[in-house]
């Protein structure tokens, strides 16, 4: 099964940060097919100011699958989710958080990442995501 990794894993795994998230994704770059987003990509490259490191970081993300989140007809899908978690009173969800779970859900792959706006795609639309137990 692919496991797409989000920004916020990402960001913390190359910051040095020790997480449940960055530990699973630690051991999971030996056994797993891991996969990044080009919006996923976007956020992450973002977040640097000094070019070298985020050469780095660009380079780094180049050794796992390159998938392209969006388009036409997974908008579509992805904002009748958002519409569905309004319906159930939860607030709506980030744009490219929905787009990437929607992305998910879609191809049944699992997502692992440190945001609680993907809770409710779990509770409610069924995303998953992998046990963080050792």
Same mark, same amino acid.
């Not at 978690?85 to 958080?97: C, D, V």
């Not at 998910?104 to 795609?121: C, V």
């Given at each position: 099964? @692919?496991? !797409?990794?989000?920004?916020?894993? @990402?960001?913390?795994? /190359?910051? =040095? +940060?020790?997480?449940? #998230?960055?530990?699973?994704?630690?051991r999971a770059l030996g056994w797993s097919s891991v996969a990044i987003g080009d919006l996923i990509q976007a956020e992450v490259l973002a =977040?640097?100011?000094?070019?070298? #490191?985020?050469?780095?970081?660009?380079d780094a993300l180049r050794r796992f699958?390159?998938? *392209?989140? =969006?388009? /036409?007809?997974?908008?579509?899908?992805?904002?009748?989710?958002?519409?569905?978690?309004? +319906?159930? =009173?939860?607030?709506?969800?980030?744009?490219?958080e929905c787009l990437? +779970? *929607? /992305?998910? !859900?879609e191809n049944h792959w699992n997502l692992l990442h440190a945001s609680p706006g993907y809770e409710p795609f779990e509770q409610h639309l069924g995303l998953k995501v992998p046990s963080l137990g050792p």
């Amino acid at each position: 099964m @692919w496991l !797409l990794v989000d920004s916020t894993v @990402w960001i913390d795994y /190359f910051e =040095g +940060a020790v997480t449940p #998230q960055t530990d699973f994704l630690d051991r999971a770059l030996g056994w797993s097919s891991v996969a990044i987003g080009d919006l996923i990509q976007a956020e992450v490259l973002a =977040g640097y100011l000094d070019e070298r #490191q985020r050469e780095l970081a660009e380079d780094a993300l180049r050794r796992f699958r390159r998938v *392209t989140i =969006g388009g /036409f007809d997974l908008a579509r899908v992805a904002a009748r989710n958002s519409r569905i978690l309004l +319906a159930k =009173g939860l607030p709506a969800p980030a744009t490219i958080e929905c787009l990437v +779970a *929607t /992305f998910a !859900l879609e191809n049944h792959w699992n997502l692992l990442h440190a945001s609680p706006g993907y809770e409710p795609f779990e509770q409610h639309l069924g995303l998953k995501v992998p046990s963080l137990g050792p």
